[in-house]
């Protein structure tokens, strides 16, 4: 049977692009099919990228980046107008910059037609069925067959749950919703903004050079139960943080939530799963990021492509084990025991609270001093909290 | 606070002439918590006393929550042709 290109790469966002860039390289043949108009035009992102991956990949001097973040600020909303806060600031530092996605994916896209990328835009994959040693996809723009597929398409994983081999469950999956805010600030801000109406997640602002990125990261589950609904929480929470100017985009995407221990499948016949649509993303407490391994897992899959040709299409679990040597499941498995406990209640909404109460209690002078040990341990008390667990968390989130 | 509707009218959207959620209605009728409703960023589920519920699949934001969003297998959900085009993403 005839197929269209040694490689069909179906999305064209950055994992999809970083590997047809590096299956191109290597010499095969390769199509990138991308639903939306440009690249980017489906995406949305929080908004920072850690640029390691990316500089190894392309020449990026040119590279639409928003700012360069120099100032970490964390801060924990406790109710009845407490905060606590601290930031970190280092003014030489250049690893990570804050990104608007569908300006960045043009321009990666661009970088890639340079080297001889062939895209297919506005084309939606609506199945796909193996068939005669390869997968065949079936689009708007007709039927495209392909050896090797390589699956980009994001977190909801279409070809994957076409082909039978994934379920999606409101469990491993978070919901964000942004807002572009057309306000600028002065210099690269990423605030992490934790405890919103009791839901399972946290906010974020990053400062772009003209706009603001915000929004809030929630588990769906907890949605779905929730009093307060999806559509009203990004404003709810702009106005708990107190950021004014005028909103010049509304977005919302779905993020993958697994963690090492819950990947999904990686690998089947004729098929590997990079990016987002492979459930890359770490939350270690310090950084989120999703970015560089989309890039990094993509790589890696269009060196995979070369040798899986090579090997006549025999066998796509060589891109597991280079997987596995690469900094995308080192820092995946290295996360994994911190990225469960931010899971669990007690972490975004219990310790907190007592947190807050102990320092409100520390700053106040009121004739009735007490030790910080009495402090601690009466408020743990009244939470009902359990001292040897939060020990143990405490051991568990330092790794 | 900004009103859902006037914040979705800041985006770009190529409208498709058929909507790309079906929903088996005959469950809706029969839901009381319609946790669709709460998931979707857009409002694009509206529950309804009569038909159960009614969809909005033009202000669909794309994000994928329909795709879990209903525990009840009612809701179809596949990406438009058209749909939005983010500027900023």
């Known amino acids: 049977m005839s197929f269209d290109a040694d490689v069909v790469v179906v999305g064209g966002g950055l994992a999809g692009i970083s590997a047809a860039i590096t299956a191109t390289r290597e010499g095969l043949s390769v199509i990138v099919l991308e639903r939306g108009d440009y690249s980017g035009s489906k995406n949305v992102a929080g908004g920072r990228m850690y640029i390691h991956a990316l500089k190894d990949l392309v020449d990026i001097s040119d590279a639409p980046l928003e700012r360069k973040v120099e100032r970490e600020i964390y801060e924990v909303y406790c109710g009845n107008g407490r905060k606590i806060s601290f930031s970190y600031e280092d003014k030489n530092r250049v690893d990570s910059y804050t990104v608007l996605r569908a300006k960045f994916d043009q321009w990666f896209a661009k970088k890639a037609e340079e080297e001889g990328v062939l895209f297919s835009y506005s084309t939606l994959v609506s199945n796909a069925r193996r068939e005669k040693g390869g997968i065949t996809l079936e689009t708007n723009r007709g039927e495209v067959r392909a050896p090797l597929v390589i699956e980009a398409d ?6 994957s749950r076409y082909l039978g081999l994934r379920n999606l469950k409101p469990s491993m999956l978070m919901l964000g919703v942004k807002e572009v805010i057309g306000t600028a600030w ?3 801000v990423a605030r992490t903004i934790i405890g919103f109406e009791g839901l399972k997640g946290g906010g974020f602002v990053y400062s772009n050079r003209d706009t603001l990125s915000i929004g809030l990261t929630v588990k769906v589950d907890s949605l779905q139960g929730s009093e307060v609904k999806a559509q009203d929480i990004v404003e709810k929470f702009r106005e708990m943080i107190g950021i004014e100017g005028p ?3 509304y977005s919302a995407h779905l993020i993958p939530y697994y963690g090492y ?5 990686l690998n089947a016949e004729n098929l590997i799963v990079t990016g987002d649509a492979a459930g890359f993303l770490i939350n270690d407490g310090f950084t989120i990021r999703g970015m560089d391994l989309a890039i990094e897992s993509g790589k890696v899959a269009g060196k995979a492509a070369k040798l899986i040709k090579d090997e006549n299409y025999a066998d796509t679990s060589i891109y597991v084990k280079m997987l596995e040597e690469s900094f995308v499941m080192r820092d995946m498995k290295k996360a994994w025991k911190s990225f469960s406990l931010l899971g669990e209640k007690r972490i975004f909404s219990d310790y907190p609270k007592v947190l807050c109460e102990v320092l409100g209690d520390m700053f106040l ?20 909290l359990n001292l040897t667990q939060m020990v143990l968390d405490l051991v568990r989130f330092i790794g | 606070m900004v009103d859902l509707i006037k914040r979705l009218s800041l985006n770009k959207y190529t409208v498709d002439k058929e909507s790309h959620i079906q929903v088996n209605t005959q469950i809706c009728k029969t839901c009381k918590d319609k946790p669709c409703v709460k998931v979707c960023p857009a409002g694009t589920y509206e529950p309804d006393e009569k038909d159960g519920l009614i969809v909005h699949y033009e202000r669909c934001l794309e994000c994928g929550a329909a795709l879990v969003a209903c525990p009840y297998g009612a809701l179809k959900f596949r990406f438009p042709y058209g749909g939005i085009s983010y500027r900023y993403g």
């Not at chain 1, 994001?154 to 070809?159: E, K, Q, S």
């Not at chain 1, 221990?261 to 499948?265: D, R, V």
């Open chain 1, 186 to 188: 002065d210099e690269g």
């Open chain 1, 365 to 384: 002078v009121n004739g009735e001093r007490r030790t910080l040990r009495e402090e601690l341990m009466e408020k743990i008390k009244e939470e009902n």
């Open chain 1, 261 to 265: 221990a819950n990947l999904p499948q």
């Open chain 1, 247 to 249: 909103i010049l985009e």
């Open chain 1, 154 to 159: 994001g977190v909801t994983a279409g070809i």
